[in-house]
């Protein structure tokens, strides 16, 4: 979800996710980024850690002062939060993000840390097509609402169900705890996965767009199996075929 560029979205309606929950999910805080203007502002992003050296996040997170997405060398002065559920907390990881890689043709990008975080295991990637009714839940940094908006200091999560998988993306409506339950500002590249019964989860798709929140309305998030053999080549992440049904 970019409303101007380098601001992204987070879950409104949702709950705070408990200590020692979902240690993949990161928040990115980029500082410095530049306008056309010739001025510089200060933007997060959400993402999951899918490597010990990467994360998963969108592909617009990371632009020139123009908004076109770039890769190589990071942009801007960017840091990955990782396996914190509070953002004034001291466990967990803060390290910079030192390498952008984009997808081709997809809002997905792969951020990589200056060094690896190897006690966190990482969120597998699904090699297969989403289906229309699938349950997901999302987790995610930033404003629980877009009037007067500030970004969240814990760490939120919901649930959402699959409407629609169409090209590059995957529709999703808020499912629990509420209908609006919704993504929101400073959290586009937040992980939407599976969560099993035998307590694994996998990576369906991060989010891209969608209108303000909170809204009962569908939500834009771009799918990740048909990049998984890139998100492996690139990163060395875990490819999964999804199981089916996955509930939360």
Known sequence: MLVAPGMASAIANGTPVADGQYQFSTKLTMTNIPRADGTVYDSACSGALVAPQWIITAG???????????????????????????????NGYVVNVTEVRQASRHDVALAKLATPITDITPLPISASSPKTGTILRMTGWGATGSINPTPATHLQTGQFKITRVAGSSVMVIGYAPAADTSACLWDSGAPYFTENADGTRTLVSVESDGPSCPHSQAETTARVDRIADWIHQTSGATIVAARAGGRG
């Open 60 to 90: 617009h997170c990371f632009h020139d002062a123009s908004g076109t997405r770039v890769g190589g060398p990071v942009p801007y002065a960017t840091t990955a939060t990782v396996g914190r559920t509070d953002i004034n907390a001291t």
